[in-house]
């Protein structure tokens, strides 16, 4: 829970304060003081009088009220000033930078416990343990170096590690990016990402917050939270990236369905931060980049121009965007022959615009005007600028940082000449800019943003179940997996097609049905059809029936058969995986070697929204089959979609289903049935 007292508080107590400035208790009384920070600051320290000049005490017995807490001290010394600040000092705020709690073992974590009861049971707010501190424009409570330059419109930095944080400021600062706040949430045993998200969010104005957060995220404790405050972040106008690191290593589990096996964690994190609109990155160099990028105007179309002297970078560039999906059109516009006119021989306008190494400022200049104003197949621009060290360049970034203002096209400068042109492009920073030092790390960053969405808004669906027999029918099933006649019952009321079929346990039975060979049999009773060979194709008579039965009641399991007509077309699957914490992914695409072989499927976070569908199934590789290719008719898309939404519905009423798999649907044309379904739903 973040209140005022950890945000802007009235008096600091540093526990474990310290005059040997090689220690985090001397560094971060340094810092607080150096910060600025005006209001009592007192140092508790039993071994020294005087430290750094502040009221310095042996304990707290003399102190009345403590606004923040900062505690240097070993673990279980945490807990004892942690009691005496809560209980007798109105203490509010605690900020434990001490490590050896529970990530080091089962002490530490009880530990932890015993301290997290104490300050919920006082409405206070805890940071850390094992963390570097909170950094913002009131105070500079970390004990780390450096401190970049704060400001309101800087970046809002949350990391999960103190020293992570600390290299992404690193980083950062040279390339001209500001911070606003930095909060190193540690083991984050009270206060989460999430929380200060919330936080964020809950505060937020437009005027004096920042606009741009970044996230380095070791754990989501709460996915749904972190969802609704970024998401509602983003809306108010703020722009959002993060790492999530520790996805791989998910263990395994069993997975009964094709849906089950190939779902994970990873994707789970992915869906959650495409729902919200956060861009996701995979390291810290491509979270700076991307952050850089929100620092300038938005990128809205996706035909960039490349505006440079340096051939081989153009080059570079050039391939980044196009891997990542936009383009570098080339300008036949016929404004471009008299672009060519003011340009040196042999320049080029074609795209990349290549204005030499003797292009002077007013060239730029001239290239950028005719960028934004006469060649609309332009939508942005990337300036790649450096020295060879012929001359100063500083007229050129005088000129750029002039249109970088007045343009309204986005502008990237990549100024690569951090040597030969030093001076200069620190005087491009110094007029509030940020710099790209690398153009292929922009482009890659540019891509990402580009092709990340705004967040979704969950669509009013009206559809009209009978919700009290679909309760029913899950209430009366016996086992966690429904019978399949359960299962397609429960299709039936969600009314998705199933092709015809029914359900026998005798082979006398077989000469009553009136479905239309061929058929397909099936096992009933075995959990895996395939894998048992429980799956007969191509039944054309009531003799081979009769052998397909005997065949299938001698596998282990057996319970009876389901006899279905024999359907041509294209195979489709939509399945579900329950993932804990996060909620129902759900999975669609191609059927067969397209799921397994290829991996071409897509997935999102229920519930589902209409638009993130359409532009999702767009994004499959054999997504040219849905429109007919080679003879075969087209998919109704329309109604593959909206079974999609039928089954996002679905887990709204019957939040306990674990896993279900639609494996495979039949699409012919307009028509699309389902030909297998298996359901798992947590019994409680």
């Known amino acids: 829970m973040v209140n005022h007292s950890v945000i802007n508080p009235s008096s600091i107590a540093v526990i474990g304060a310290s005059n040997n400035l090689s220690k985090p208790g001397g560094k971060i009384l340094r810092n607080i003081l150096a910060g600025g920070y005006t209001k009592p600051v007192y140092a508790i320290n039993p071994h020294e009088k005087n430290v750094q000049g502040v009221p310095t005490f042996a304990n707290l017995d003399t102190l009345t009220e403590i606004d923040l807490g900062i505690l240097l001290v070993p673990p279980k010394a945490c807990l004892e000033y942690a009691t005496i600040l809560l209980a007798e000092k109105k203490t509010k705020a605690l900020i434990i930078i001490s490590a050896g709690f529970g990530e080091l073992n089962e002490a530490g974590k009880q530990l932890e416990t015993e301290i997290i009861n104490l300050v919920n049971n006082y409405n206070a707010c805890l940071i850390g343990p094992n963390c570097i501190g ?54 984050a045993v009270q206060t989460t990402i999430a929380d200060i998200l919330e936080y964020l969010d809950e505060t937020y104005d437009p005027k004096t917050s920042s606009p741009i957060k970044l996230l380095y995220i070791e754990n989501i404790f709460n996915p749904q939270k972190l969802l609704r405050h970024a998401a509602s972040l983003i809306r108010k106008g703020c722009k959002i990236a993060a790492i999530k690191a520790g996805t791989t290593a998910s263990g395994s589990r069993a997975a009964s369905s094709h849906t089950g096996a190939i779902a994970n964690p990873d994707m789970a994190v992915k869906a959650l931060f495409r729902k919200a609109g956060i861009v996701l990155c995979q390291s810290r160099q491509e979270l700076i980049a991307v952050a850089s990028v929100f620092h300038y105007k938005e990128l809205k179309g996706q035909r960039i121009a490349i505006i440079t002297h340096a051939g ?218 395939t894998e048992s060979c429980g799956v007969l194709l191509n039944i054309h008579s009531l003799q081979e029936a009769q052998k397909a039965f005997d065949r299938l009641s001698r596998i282990d399991g057996f319970e009876g058969v389901l006899v279905q007509q024999m359907r041509s077309g294209s195979e489709l699957f939509v399945g579900v995986k329950f993932e804990p914490k996060f909620g129902h992914l759900l999975f669609f695409g191609l059927g067969g070697v397209f799921i397994e072989v290829l991996e071409d499927y897509q997935y999102f976070m229920t519930p589902a929204d209409p638009e993130e569908l359409r532009y999702l199934l767009r994004k499959l590789k054999g997504y040219k089959l849905f429109e007919g290719l080679r003879g075969k008719p087209p998919v109704n898309q329309n109604t593959f979609i909206e079974i999609i939404l039928k089954i996002s519905t679905l887990l709204k009423l019957v939040p306990g289903i674990q896993e279900l798999d639609l494996n495979p649907l039949i699409a012919d044309g307009d028509r699309i049935e389902v030909a297998d379904v298996r359901i798992r739903v947590l019994k409680t």
């Not at 330059?149 to 103190?162: K, M, N, R, V």
């Open 134 to 187: 909170v950094l913002n424009q009131n105070y500079h409570g970390m004990f780390t170096t450096p401190i970049p330059e704060l400001t309101p419109q800087g970046c809002d930095l949350i990391s999960s590690s103190g020293a992570t944080a600390v290299f992404l400021m690193e980083a950062s600062i040279p390339l001209g990016l500001k911070f606003s706040n930095v909060f190193s949430v540690g083991n």
């Open 312 to 529: 081989g970078s153009a080059v570079m560039l050039t391939d980044a965007l196009s891997r990542g999906g936009l383009e570098v059109p080339e300008i036949k516009n016929p404004d471009a022959r008299e672009l060519i006119t003011y340009l040196n021989n042999g320049s080029s306008v074609k795209n990349p615009i290549d204005f030499l190494a003797t292009g002077t400022a007013e060239q730029l200049g001239i290239i950028i005007d005719f960028c934004e104003h006469k060649f609309d197949e332009i939508d942005a621009m990337v300036v790649v600028f450096g020295s060879p060290g012929l001359f100063d360049v500083e007229n050129v970034y005088k000129v750029l940082n002039v249109k970088l203002d007045v343009c309204k096209k986005p502008i990237f400068p990549v100024l690569p000449s951090v040597m030969n042109a030093q001076k200069e492009i620190a005087y491009f920073l110094s007029k509030g800019h940020v710099n790209f030092p690398d153009e292929v790390v922009l482009g890659n960053a540019l891509s990402l943003v580009y092709h990340t969405h705004k967040p979704v808004v969950e669509s009013d669906l009206h559809f009209k179940f009978d919700e009290t027999a679909i309760q029913k029918l899950i209430c009366q099933s016996a086992s966690e997996y429904l019978t399949s006649a359960d299962a397609y019952s429960l299709l039936s009321f969600l009314q998705i097609p199933c092709i015809p079929h029914i359900h026998i346990s005798n082979p006398e039975q077989l000469a009553a049905i009136t479905i239309p060979f061929p058929w397909v049999v099936k096992i009933v009773g075995p959990l895996h059809k």
